[in-house]
T-cell receptor, first 111, second 114 residues
Framework: QKEVEQNSGPLSVPEGAIASLNCTYS??????FFWYRQYSGKSPELIMSIYSNGDKEDGRFTAQLNKASQYVSLLIRDSQPSDSATYLC???????????FGTGTQLKVEL | EAQVTQNPRYLITVTGKKLTVTCSQN?????MSWYRQDPGLGLRQIYY???????DKGDVPEGYKVSRKEKRNFPLILESPSPNQTSLYFCASSPMTRTNYGYTFGSGTRLTVV
């Protein structure tokens, strides 16, 4: 079992729809969770972080965390073509400072 | 501007020719790390450093060296590059005292070893 798992996609959604990206992790003591967006050939860009169970909203983005199920998700409302990118889930496993990444989910927002 | 600066952005080299990729950050971060990114494998940690003169292996350290003589700099050294080190490399930094802080990444170095 991978430490941080994501579906590779591609996930295709029409413009204006809600995109839902999911991530599971293996370590029950993990405390810090992050979503990065990466355009092809570019560096990862932090878009959301979440530490407590429940939802955290920032503009069109909502991160959801369920520690009991070891599950974190990212919702993108009113998806735009500019949201087309690979979304990386990252977890600080074991409470340390090392970020372990999933392999990413490719999102395509279609006109 | 707070940033992590990597150089060069692109590098083509031949097998066995030593090279160094530089990384510098201006945020006074204690923690610095190198990752490589390969299709289907995602981002994998090569080496990390928790402060000056404190470095340790990540998940894929073979064939790489690092040093941390100053807080701001964390160069990645390939003593004898091989074609399987062809990859996209990222340097990243974060403060040690704030575990809820994500990493700030450099712009990346695309390395090709022929």
């Amino acid at each position: 079992q991978k430490e941080v798992e994501q579906n590779s996609g591609p996930l295709s959604v029409p413009e204006g729809a809600i995109a839902s990206l999911n991530c599971t992790y293996s370590d029950r003591v993990s405390q810090s969770f992050f979503w990065y967006r990466q355009y092809s050939g570019k560096s990862p860009e932090l878009i959301m972080s979440i530490y407590s169970n429940g939802d955290k909203e920032d503009g069109r983005f909502t991160a959801q965390l369920n520690k009991a199920s070891q599950y974190v998700s990212l919702l993108i409302r009113d998806s735009q073509p500019s949201d087309s990118a690979t979304y990386l889930c990252a977890v600080k496993l074991g409470g340390g400072n090392k970020l372990t990444f999933g392999t990413g989910t490719q999102l395509k927002v279609e006109l | 501007e707070a940033q992590v600066t990597q150089n060069p952005r692109y590098l083509i080299t031949v097998t066995g020719k030593k090279l160094t990729v530089t990384c510098s950050q201006n945020m006074n971060h204690e923690y610095m790390s190198w990752y490589r990114q390969d299709p289907g494998l995602g981002l994998r940690q090569i080496y990390y450093s928790m402060n000056v003169e404190a470095t340790d292996k990540g998940d894929v350290p073979e064939g790489y060296k690092v040093s941390r003589k100053e807080k701001r700099n964390f160069p990645l050294i390939l003593e004898s590059p091989s074609p399987n080190q062809t990859s996209l490399y990222f340097c990243a930094s974060s403060p040690m005292t704030r575990t809820n802080y994500g990493y700030t990444f450099g712009s990346g170095t695309r390395l090709t070893v022929v």
